[in-house]
């Protein structure tokens, strides 16, 4: 069984989970109760920070897509800084820490301080927004395997470095589902590159905005129409796009309210 018990000196990464504060793992929930510091970011729940202590000082590391951004250098130094005071330091990650978000970052930079580094499993928004709309990921008949990529397209949204670059066409052959994360900003070269690696124009996409949030919002399409629905719906990041035959089951797994 893993240590509950938060040491003095070490920073626990601990994955947030989607969105839903119900959704964070008891181990995170154990490690924020006894936190003297927490950096956390517009993706964790803000209700999570209810769960530390009131000495507990909360600092705001967030990177809004196209707005303010709090350098990662910052945050790395920050973190090993205060470890070093000797107190009890949580990171939490949006999700799971792993997951793109730069958390493998963060652990590498405390390792090579020489500062411990716990890292806690989150609840992944790739798997849980498709789940929080209605839409299993893989099935039995309808998909057989799942691959999940990010949509930061080069010289889109004032990337400061190149991220890996994604073969548009061995992705799209490679698995039945995709789940697209980070995909809004370059919606356009998504399309796009969904449509060149050879995926049907009239393959239906599911954006999922907020997961797991009071304010979720899906908006279904087709690879064809999807820049144009979202735009028209004002979609915005965070959001998890799927792309598959399983966005079909969405209508009996999760029916649209008749009225609201
Ligand atoms: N580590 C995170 C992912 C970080 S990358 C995880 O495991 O979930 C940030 C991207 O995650 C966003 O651009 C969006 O695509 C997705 N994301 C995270 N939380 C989300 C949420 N509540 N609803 C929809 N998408 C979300």
Redesign the pocket.
């Given at each position: 069984v893993s240590d509950w018990t938060a040491a003095k000196g070490v920073v626990y990464l601990v994955?947030a989970g989607?969105?839903d504060p119900g959704l964070l793992t008891r181990r995170g929930e154990a490690l924020l109760r006894q936190a003297d510091v927490v950096f956390f970011d517009r993706?964790a729940s803000p209700e999570l920070l209810d769960l530390t202590r009131a000495e507990c000082e909360r600092v705001d590391v967030s990177k809004h897509?196209g707005g303010p951004v709090t350098p990662q250098e910052w945050i790395n130094a920050e973190l090993i800084r205060r470890a070093r005071e000797g107190i009890r330091v949580v990171r939490l990650?949006?999700?799971?820490?792993?997951?793109?978000?730069r958390?493998s970052e963060e652990a590498i930079a405390c390792r090579e301080a020489g500062v411990d580094c716990e890292i806690v499993a989150?609840i992944?928004?790739?798997f849980?927004?498709p789940l929080a709309a209605g839409i299993p990921v893989l099935h039995r008949h309808l998909a057989g395997s799942v691959l999940v990529l990010h949509g930061r397209i080069e010289g889109v949204g004032g990337e400061e470095e190149p991220w890996r670059h994604v073969d548009w066409a061995a992705t799209c052959r490679a698995a039945d589902t995709l789940v697209?994360?980070?995909?809004?900003a370059a919606i356009e070269k998504v399309r796009e590159g969904l449509l060149s690696g050879g995926r049907p124009p009239g393959h239906p996409v599911a954006a999922?905005?907020?997961?797991?949030?009071p304010r979720?919002r899906v908006i279904v399409s087709t690879i064809d129409e999807m820049v144009a629905d979202f735009r028209r719906q004002g979609l915005t990041?965070?959001?998890?796009l799927v792309v598959g035959d399983v966005v079909s089951l969405r209508e009996r797994i999760a029916p649209e309210k008749k009225s609201d």
């Open positions: 994955g989607p969105g993706l897509p990650k949006g999700g799971d820490p792993f997951v793109f978000g958390g989150g992944t928004s790739a849980a927004a697209i994360l980070m995909g809004v999922i905005e907020w997961a797991t949030t979720q990041a965070p959001a998890v």
